[in-house]
């Protein structure tokens, strides 16, 4: 019995970490899935003209739906505005009314250069290169062609600010931009950054816009996000495009080099964004659109097979004469998207309803606590790691002993239950009823090996959510060799790639998989040694699989596990003593 309870809990945590990644792509539903009644016929048009071709050339993004620009009638040439603030440094185009043609974040490296290359010592860059001057812009929508017309022209820039600004604390600068169109319509658009945030606020006044029913305006960013992380799938796996309508999200992610054709979704819409696994961009805005859309498509960049460029819109009624938003593009960090509003914190990757709130506010509350508990001390990560390892153990201690004493007491019964099961062995029921008459005289739960564990279970998995989004552990050094607490601490790599375990060598596994190892082994000693192989693969399927793990994640389950053998060894050697 005792090495089926040690099976089914070594299991269930395979269970955990095996089956976590896919479920992290089943949080929200699917936005393939979900197609709104009144536009279902809408989207089979524009599948029909979905595009054949995958690999669009390097740098340049497929689009969807037809387009129909209006004519550069601007006389306006292309400027450029350098613009440096304390958290990033951007290029500011009078292209669309100020798209940005450039943005990084002095805060943050690793990334990826235009050409595709990944370096880890560059700041990190969150425009992607292209023509495609749309981060973001104004479009007009035509439902009865389906076609856009999008406002990328040059656009004047009033008040002709320099061509280098710098905005520090709370300066900010207003820069206003206009736009003239042959048919009379004109378009103001005042933009205003600050010299301590990451959002920028978007303000447009429209004028002659009011003469098409079946138009909507959108405001649209159609160039995605630029890749920052070395590994490429797990990158993509934790990327996408979300919509946020009356409080609950939608998303689409893109799998392989099919496109998402544009979907749209009907109703009020507060805000939509596009990220990669640690950073965002969002768009929202004062009052909610009456829809949104996403897409997706696939870009050659570099030697990477998937690089994928979302684009996404929040549409409004054409008839709207002023149209105020906001654009954050920053990292998804929880405290400053929080500070944000428009509960745009939705948009990280939380788990399961019933997991999120021990992911926001137990996990990750807890570490950001325990890496700044007093004002201007900061507490490195790894040792706030290491510190949370003990906190976590002195919550689960008393379940980890209580499912040790009914391991033991069932140990101690093993001869009578064998005698019972031998006597009524050919009559299952009064078998079972012995069983458990026995169990109950001697105050025994036969599930109380397993119930502390499954108990525990929902703690496990916001554990793993929270260690492989989190970007405060991204780019933490701790000692020596492990210099980024979110990546493998690999020290060389294999001329080929071992299933499950890859092609790096990480310390941190070989050290989480010695503690498991130890801790299994104190529960192996009242085992029958034909029992005991099982246990040892199960060590070795660990030891493989956690090898490509955050080295943040193995340094606190080496912690964790050696604080387990402990606690075991001390139950243990309390049981002989009593015994005695």
Known sequence: MEMKRNLFAILLIALVILLTPSYLKLISP??????????????????????TTVNP???????????????????????????????????????????????????????????????????????????DQCTPCLALFDRDEQEYEYFNHNFDILDSPSSQINLSGSDFMTFKFYLSLPDGRNITKAITISGDSYSIDQSYSLDGFDQSYRKNLELVWRNGIRPTESREKEENQYSGAVIYQAGETDDIKLKDETPIV??????????????????????????????????????????????????????FDINTAILNSSLYIGPQDYRILKAEGHSLDDAMNWGFAFIRPISKYVILGLLTFLHNPFGNIFINYGLVLILFAFLIRLITGPLTKKSAESA?????????????????????????????????????????????????MPLLFALFVVFRNTIEFRGAEFIFWIKDLSQPDVIFNLPFSVPIYGDGVAILPIVMGLTMFLQQKQSMATMDKSQRPMMYIMSGFFFLLFNTFPSGLNLYYAVYNFLSFLQQKKIRAGAIKKAS
């Open 262 to 315: 544009r979907k749209v979704y009907d109703g009020n819409t507060n805000w939509v964004v596009i990220k990669n696994k640690y950073f965002l961009v969002g768009i929202t805005s004062d009052f909610p659109g009456k829809y949104g859309t996403l897409s997706a498509t696939n870009l050659i960049f570099g030697d990477r097979l998937i690089t994928p460029v979302y684009s996404a819109s929040i549409g």
């Open 30 to 51: 699917d936005a393939e899935n979900y197609q709104p009644q009144e536009i279902v016929q809408q989207e089979e048009q524009i599948n029909e003209e979905a595009p």
């Open 408 to 456: 033991q007491k069932m140990q101690q019964l093993q001869p009578r239950m064998k005698l019972v099961q031998e006597k009524y062995k050919n009559d299952p029921q009064r078998k079972n009823q012995e069983m458990m008459k026995l169990t109950k005289e001697h105050g025994v739960n036969p599930l109380g090996g397993c119930l502390p564990m499954l108990i525990q």
């Open 57 to 131: 050339p390097r740098n340049q993004v497929q689009v969807e739906e037809k387009q129909e620009d209006t004519p550069l009638d601007s006389s306006a040439d292309e400027l450029v505005i350098d613009i440096e603030t304390d958290l990033f440094v951007a290029k500011l185009s009078n292209r669309a009314g100020g798209t940005l043609k450039d943005f990084k974040l002095k805060n943050y490296s690793g990334g990826y250069d235009d050409f595709g290359s990944f370096n880890g010592d560059s700041l990190v860059s969150l425009i992607l290169p292209g023509s």
